[in-house]
């Protein structure tokens, strides 16, 4: 299973962290940390994946961000690397053209569209479409609310 | 103006900040009014409050003020709190947390929500930080929507089902049916959950995997749709269809057909099939390639397909991709015990691997080719090796210098070579090497008896050459102390010799002492073998004299006493000063306190078996060789060692021509008719008997005679055997393993002691056999022996 999945920016900032087993926040810094300094000191053109601890780490960088992510000692790593690169695909489909920028305004979206693939460490949804999909009807749910919150009562 | 704004604006605002400082100013008013807002009465505001919140928490300030107000907007009944709650809780509370408890009910009543949206908000942070306690409380509300509701659903709750089983495995037996009955949907995100969870039940309960192996079948027809199906837009990757499933699928076959005949041969067509017919040009079938690679050396597959695997992973040798090498050595390392024959022939490749530029790279290729290091190669690889070493990052040093050494004591083709070697690891990275190292080295040397001035001279050049790595010098210092008369003789026949005079090696002893680059050891090894040159110099013994007397007032401590010990050696025990400084005698390697990395050196007590280290099996000296390698034959009757260096092919071809030549030795040897002879062991219908004959002074010959008088053949027999530690024993190769039954014939074999220092001999037998197809084993001491004996 994944233990947990980070985007790391190239200055070294955090926009957004899923921890799939419990750790204390302190542990979380340290982490964070961690892969920041890993992860941004490997050359372009360099082998994707790394040992830390007991764990596979896998990045990829796409533009200026960095996901890098934690595996067991089961995992398919070139898989994972496939999983990196639905997710990136996904948030292009929600967002249009993603860049970092529509990450940082939007995180919250950005955490409810991993939801529909990524739950408990494991691939949720292998289709792009079902997601697109359950996040579209979320949306109209979530807009319905608003509507009628914003709505007069009498 | 939709509320959202406020929340972005928040952002800008922040990100408008040009120093850590404003920054931190923006953050804590916000904060502030955050928490005066949710003191507030419900105003609609609530979940871009908590938004706001957690985009500050994600830079990293605190937020935990934050945690009640999740547990009350996940309790809301509107939506789009509810969605802010849940995440807040995921990223606020986990298991650790009290406030989690709370969340417990809500959740609870969200799973019945008539909105799948709701129920699945609540799934999945059930599935992200539910504790033990949650788990259990929920469980069966999972396992009933695992039955009956819709796939958007199912899936969920499989994954939920996974979340539960690892946090507590009993729940486990709760989902087998459920899980099972999922197997047969259509819909490949709850088919996918379906894998996931039966993967994880089978790991944890061997009963489950029994059952679960009846599945196989099914599942292999489903990765055969997988396979064989056309293109299908939802669910192709590159040309693969749902490589996520089918990875999954396969590391469930995997675990299935572990140790189990039935299985492995049920999944053989399919994963042959796999392996054909994936197409790998894009990392989604290498995915599935790989895979599929890991599942077939992991089952009992037939060769055939072992042979496909392993030329797969041979043709991701030779790709392009890092990451595509990297698996392949990942998984190379993993077969190299099992199939060591098959990975030998991509050693080049793997070498070449070793001078690629990416760090991840070159550590696989170093542990796989330190694993493929053989006595064929040894001279090859060990080139490659250390010119590996010559570059490679420092993080790997202390790795590959006691990798090459171990390779180097298992294969070394000479003692010069093996001397060679170590010295260019030394220069090269001696700082990096391991402690043990120096009293190695010098074992070594002095064993090889023939190379003392070879080995002194090359150490001189490399003293005055650079004194700055420590383990180098003190190696160096030894030697030249030990050996400088054959230094000053000027004369070697293996290599250029150097013309110094006495004053010369004194000065190079001297710069060592007088160095700040020295460790206090190494100033002590230098000191020292000053002092042992003042019985093998003529001329400047007064020198020596000197500078002993100067040091007898050093700060150091050690060294202190030293110059003060020698000077008292000097003065009053001059008679004795030769005798004292003479040459060492050859260090024996078994001595206590000498720690052999990771031989049996560590706790060897006063029974130790017969020169069996196992790792040390130097060729050098061919009788020795040999009958060390009868020993190991002689003492293991099964062909399968756990360490390579045993099974590998060098021990063999050498032993089986030796073999013949002891076989002949022993038709001489053989049961002598005069001594006496004592049963020393009688059960189960097999007798062990025991002659001796003293040979010389210190030497004794023991003959063990095995008799068989049951009605079957006893086979696989052989002998072990331990003698106190001063003792030497040779234990000669056995007439055979096989007794015949009824007392037709016996097996004899010899054993030859050396017992120099007379002290009072007792020896261990071990005896071990098959008889009647049960293996027995059984030890038996012998305190006193025959007239003949001491």
Not at chain 2, 259 to 272: I, P, Q, V
Request: aromatic share 6%.
């Amino acid at each position: 299973m994944m233990h947990f999945l980070l985007l790391l920016s190239r200055q070294g900032k955090l926009r957004l962290q899923k921890w799939f087993t419990p750790v204390t926040e302190r542990e979380k810094k340290k982490v964070i940390r961690e892969m920041t300094l890993m992860v941004l000191a490997c050359p372009p053109r360099s082998c994707n994946f790394l040992l830390w601890r007991d764990l596979k780490i896998v990045y990829k960088r796409y533009a200026s961000l960095y996901f890098c992510c934690g595996l067991g000692d089961q995992d398919n790593e070139l898989l994972t690397l496939e999983v990196l690169q639905r997710y990136v695909e996904l948030l292009d489909q929600y967002f249009g053209n993603v860049c970092e920028l529509d990450i940082i305004f939007n995180f919250e979206k950005a955490y409810f569209i991993l939801d529909e693939f990524l739950v408990g460490g494991e691939i949720l949804e292998t289709s792009k479409t079902v997601v697109g999909i359950a996040m579209e009807e979320a949306e109209t749910l979530q807009e319905t609310m608003e509507e009628y919150m914003s709505k007069p009562t009498y | 103006m939709s509320p959202s704004v406020r929340l972005q604006e928040m952002i800008r605002v922040i990100r408008g900040a040009r120093t850590q400082g404003e920054e931190r100013g923006v953050i804590q008013r916000e904060c502030a009014a955050i928490r005066a807002q949710f003191r507030q009465a419900d105003n609609g505001t609530r979940s871009h409050n908590l938004a706001k919140l957690l985009y500050v928490h994600m830079l990293g300030y605190p937020a935990h003020f934050g945690q009640m107000e999740c547990v009350r907007l996940i309790a809301s009944p509107r939506y789009n709190e509810k969605r802010v709650g849940y995440l807040g809780a995921m990223m606020l509370l986990d298991e650790k947390q009290d406030a989690s408890l709370l969340i417990t009910n809500s959740i609870k009543n969200d799973l019945s929500h008539s909105s799948q949206y709701v129920q699945s908000l609540a799934l999945c942070t059930l599935a992200c930080m539910g504790s033990a306690e949650m788990c259990r409380d929920l469980a069966p509300e999972i396992d009933r929507l695992l039955r009956a509701s819709n796939s958007y659903i199912k899936k969920k709750a499989a994954l939920c089902a996974v979340h539960m089983v690892r946090k507590v495995p009993e729940l486990g037996e709760l989902f087998t049916p459920a899980a099972r009955s999922l197997l047969s949907e259509k819909n490949h995100g709850v088919l996918h959950g379906a894998v996931v969870l039966i993967t994880e039940l089978c790991e944890r309960n061997p009963d489950t995997l029994e059952q679960f192996r009846k599945a196989v079948p099914e599942l292999v027809l489903m990765m055969k749709g997988l396979v064989m199906s056309g293109y299908s837009p939802e669910h192709n990757v590159a040309g693969i269809s749902d490589p996520f499933l089918q990875v999954r699928i396969l590391r469930l076959l995997r675990i299935l057909g572990r140790n189990n005949d039935t299985a492995s041969d049920a999944m053989n067509d399919l994963l042959a099939q796999v392996a054909t017919n994936t197409d790998s040009s894009k990392t989604a079938g290498s995915a599935v390639l790989y895979e599929t690679v890991l599942t077939v050396m992991d089952i009992k597959s037939e060769s055939g397909l072992r042979v496909l695997a392993v030329n797969i992973l041979g043709r991701f040798l030779l790709n392009n991709d890092r990451n595509i090498r990297y698996i392949s050595m990942t998984s190379l390392q993993k077969i190299v015990q099992t199939d060591h024959n098959a990975v030998q022939r991509h050693r080049g490749t793997i070498v070449d691997c070793l001078k690629d530029q990416d760090a991840s790279v070159k550590r696989r290729a170093l542990e796989l080719s330190l694993a493929l290091v053989s006595a064929v190669n040894i001279r090859s690889l060990m080139k490659e090796l250390l010119l590996f070493l010559s570059s490679c990052p420092p993080e790997l040093r202390a790795h590959t210098t006691s990798g090459i050494f171990n390779a180097a004591e298992r294969y070394a083709p000479s003692q010069r070579w093996h001397i060679d070697t170590i010295l260019h690891v030394l220069t090269t990275a001696g700082g990096d090497v391991r402690d043990e190292t120096v009293p190695n080295l010098i074992q070594l040397i002095t064993t090889a008896t023939e190379l003392h001035c070879y080995t002194v001279h090359k150490l001189y050049r490399a003293l005055i050459t650079d004194i700055s790595v420590q383990s180098l010098v003190q190696v160096a210092c030894w030697c030249i102390g030990e050996y400088g008369d054959l230094l000053l003789r000027g004369e070697c026949e293996e290599t250029e010799p150097v013309q110094v005079t006495e004053d010369d090696v004194l000065d190079a002893l001297e710069t060592v002492l007088q160095s700040h680059m020295s460790s206090p050891a190494t100033r002590g090894f230098a000191l020292t073998a000053t002092m042992k040159l003042s019985t093998r110099i003529t001329h400047n013994v007064d020198r020596i004299r000197s500078i002993v007397s100067i040091y007898g007032s050093c700060i150091d401590v050690e060294l202190q006493q030293r110059a003060v010990e020698y000077n008292a050696l000097f003065k009053k025990y001059d008679h004795m000063r030769a005798a004292v400084l003479e040459r060492m005698p050859v260090i024996d390697k078994s001595s206590p306190g000498h720690t052999n990395g990771e031989s049996a050196g560590g706790t060897i007590k006063e029974l130790e078996p017969a020169k069996l280290t196992q790792e040390i099996v130097l060729p050098q000296e061919p009788s020795n060789q040999v009958c060390d390698l009868l020993d190991l034959l002689g003492d293991s009757g099964e062909p399968f060692q756990p360490s390579p260096s045993l099974s590998s092919t060098a021990p063999g071809p050498a032993s089986s021509t030796a073999g013949g030549d002891l076989l002949d030795l022993l038709g001489g040897l053989d049961v002598t008719p005069a001594p006496p002879s004592v049963t020393v062991y009688e059960k189960n219908g097999v007798t062990l008997k025991l002659q001796t004959d003293r040979q010389t002074d210190t030497g004794m010959t023991v003959t063990l005679t095995a008799t068989n008088s049951t009605d079957g053949d006893i086979t696989g027999l052989t002998l072990q055997a331990a003698v106190p530690k001063s003792v030497q024993l040779q234990m000669k190769a056995p007439s055979g393993d096989v007794i015949p039954a009824h007392g037709l014939g016996q097996v004899t074999q010899t054993v030859l002691l050396n017992n120099p220092n007379k002290v009072s001999l007792k020896i261990r037998v071990r005896v071990c056999y098959t008889s009647q197809s049960s293996v027995c084993q059984d030890t038996v001491q012998i305190d006193s022996f025959p007239s003949t004996a001491w």
